[in-house]
């Protein structure tokens, strides 16, 4: 939902909507961003009592999304940062959190909403931070679109029309 070919999407009521959000804390200051802008969106689409939870690191993100969707949250936003270093350890981690957390939501039926930057360097990832300066702001995103996903899901779930609103 980022760059050139971006969807103009307004924030909708999501008021009633149980949401959740799972930041991991390795690198704090793009975690900052990436959660205070998750928080604006929450904001900004109305959601009362969101629950916020952090965790070790990226690596941990889908078992704790997990957890969260099969207790009943209808969004469960996922927040975390890789960053490549020498080693493979960044295929490995990138690959096991992208994958668990696109299993849980086939697997639950909760709207996930993917926050993991994977950046090269932490200059990327700062850009993509939602921080002053930045040009992306991935937390907002991710938010709004679990928002979005998870009221599409409930008008499915009960036999509404899918219109796009």
């Not at 941990?60 to 207790?71: C, S």
């Not at 639950?108 to 993991?116: E, I, K, M, N, P």
């Amino acid at each position: 939902m980022s760059g050139a070919g971006s969807p103009d999407e307004k924030p909708v009521d999501c008021h009633d909507l149980r949401v959740a959000v799972v930041a991991a804390s390795w690198h704090e200051q793009v975690m900052d961003g990436l959660l205070a802008g998750a928080r604006r969106a929450l904001v900004d689409y109305r959601v009362e009592a969101p629950s916020i939870v952090r965790v070790p690191g990226s690596f941990e993100l889908p078992v704790v999304a997990g957890a969260l969707a099969e207790h009943g949250y209808e969004a469960v936003v996922a927040l975390g940062v890789v960053i490549r270093g020498g080693t493979p350890h960044f295929e490995y981690v990138c690959s096991a959190a992208t994958n668990g957390l696109s299993q849980i939501a086939v697997s639950t039926g909760a709207a996930v909403g993917f926050g993991l930057l994977t950046c090269d360097t932490e200059e990327q990832a700062l850009d993509r931070a939602g921080l002053e300066g930045s040009s992306e702001d991935k937390g907002y995103e991710a938010t709004a679109a679990a928002l979005v996903t998870a009221r599409t899901l409930r008008r499915i779930r009960r036999g509404y029309e899918t219109d796009g609103s």
